[in-house]
Every structure is written in structure tokens, then in C-alpha cells.
């Protein structure tokens, strides 16, 4: 299973890549509004960083304008993915961009026919949002386990499934369980995973006994 980082936070990539935590990112409109700075820079700069696939989001609506913004977004990295929300024309952009050998992620995936269109329209990634479901009451868990069950069975579809919108360690936990390819995590969930507070208690208590009998 890999982990992407669901942020455009460059101190906090630069952090969890030195931990080993970052096999790709993902960004979005909101998360890049986030940092106050432009899109281009900051996708660029995280290029600079991270080797593996960077999701970056347009904004256009038609499947020409799509087109365009995501052949000039890829030009900026050769790792870049190009981000596309599920809708008629972003089929007919994912179908086109894949033929150009551009890859890219079907995102704001809310139901099992949305991924099956998606991955048949030749998307690298299929993105169902896990958290926004349970907001309204629906079962995100259960929509990331289905969408790996039915792919699953049709290994010549490569795509790969990255559950998104990932709220808490408990969502974490049940998508690994239901063999879901890829996580993408935001930072203030991997610090909650991170931490145990038997494991601070025991670092507390071995460096005090430490102190007693380990030299300098
Ligand atoms: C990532 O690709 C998604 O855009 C992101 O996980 C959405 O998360 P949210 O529902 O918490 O905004």
C-alpha cells in the first residue's frame, strides 16, 4: 500500500519525506488556496522535492479547455498528474490526455458506476472521498472496499484506486483492511497516527533510568 501526502504544505512534505512517508502527493484547489501562494509555484516546488506522482487539479469545465490547462500543467513535471473532476467532459479530457500518455486522476468519486466509468475512460487513479460520504451519512468505507472489489476482478484495468478525504487513523485502518491501493493522508491525520501515549510514557521512563547508569 502506498502512502500520498494530501497536502501543498512544502515544510510539512519536506518533513514526512525525510521520514520515508511520501510515495506521492495530492493537492487541490482548496489546498493550495491554503498555503497564500500561487498554484504554479507551488506545484513546482513540490516537483522539486517529491519523485513520485503529483496531483495537481485543474479548473477548466470543457473537455478542450481540460485539454489544454492539463498539457500545460504536465509540462511543468514529468511527475505531475493531472487531476480532473468526475463529470462528462472530464471523462472525454482523462480518454484524450490518456492517449497523449498524460496520466491522470479521476477525483470527487461518490459511487461504484462513477469509478467503473472512470477507469474504463482510462484514468491512472480513481479517487473516491471517503469522508465527505460519512458527512452525509453515507458509508465512505464501504464505497472504497467496493470500488477495490469490483476493479479487483479486472486486473487489465492498471488504474489504482487512492481513497481520499481521510478524516482519522479509524478511516486509515479500514481502507488498508479493504486493499485499497493508495491512502492519501493529510498531515494533522498522520501526526494522530504517529502518536500513542504508551510509547511517549515509555520513552519518558527509559530515558530517566537511562540517565542513571548510561554514560556521559
Ligand atoms: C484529495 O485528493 C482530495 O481532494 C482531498 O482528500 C479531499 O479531502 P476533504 O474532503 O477533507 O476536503
Known amino acids: 500500500m ?14 514526512m519525506k525525510e521520514m520515508g512517508l511520501v510515495d506521492g502527493i495530492t493537492t487541490n484547489p482548496t489546498l493550495i488556496a491554503k498555503t497564500g501562494r500561487g498554484f504554479e ?29 492539463g498539457k500545460k500543467i504536465h509540462a511543468w513535471g514529468e511527475q505531475i498528474v ?25 477525483t470527487l468519486i461518490f459511487s461504484v458506476p462513477q469509478a467503473i466509468l472512470a477507469a474504463k475512460a482510462g484514468a491512472r487513479y480513481l479517487c473516491p472521498f471517503v469522508g465527505r460520504l460519512d458527512d452525509i451519512s453515507e458509508d465512505g468505507l464501504a464505497l ?21 478525504s481521510v478524516r482519522h487513523p479509524m478511516h ?15 498531515p494533522k491525520v498522520i501526526d494522530q497516527m504517529l502518536h500513542h501515549p504508551l510509547t511517549e510514557k515509555g520513552i519518558e521512563q527509559f530515558l530517566k533510568d537511562a540517565a542513571t547508569c548510561y554514560p556521559g
Open 41 to 69: 509555484e507551488v506545484i513546482k516546488d513540490i516537483c522539486a522535492i517529491v519523485e513520485g506522482p503529483v496531483n495537481a487539479e485543474i479548473t477548466s469545465t470543457t473537455a478542450d479547455e481540460i485539454v489544454e490547462e
Open 82 to 106: 493531472i487531476k480532473i473532476p468526475m463529470d462528462r467532459e472530464g471523462l472525454k479530457a482523462v480518454w484524450r490526455l490518456t492517449q497523449e500518455g498524460i496520466p491522470t486522476t479521476v
Open 172 to 186: 486509515v485502518i479500514e481502507i488498508a483492511r479493504s486493499g485499497v491501493d493508495i491512502i492519501t493522508i493529510p
Open 2 to 15: 502506498k502512502i500520498f501526502l494530501d497536502t501543498a504544505e512544502i515544510s510539512v512534505i519536506q518533513e
Open 144 to 164: 472504497a472496499a467496493d470500488i477495490a472489489m469490483v476493479l479487483g476482478q479486472y486486473p487489465d484495468w492498471t488504474c489504482e484506486i487512492m481513497a481520499a
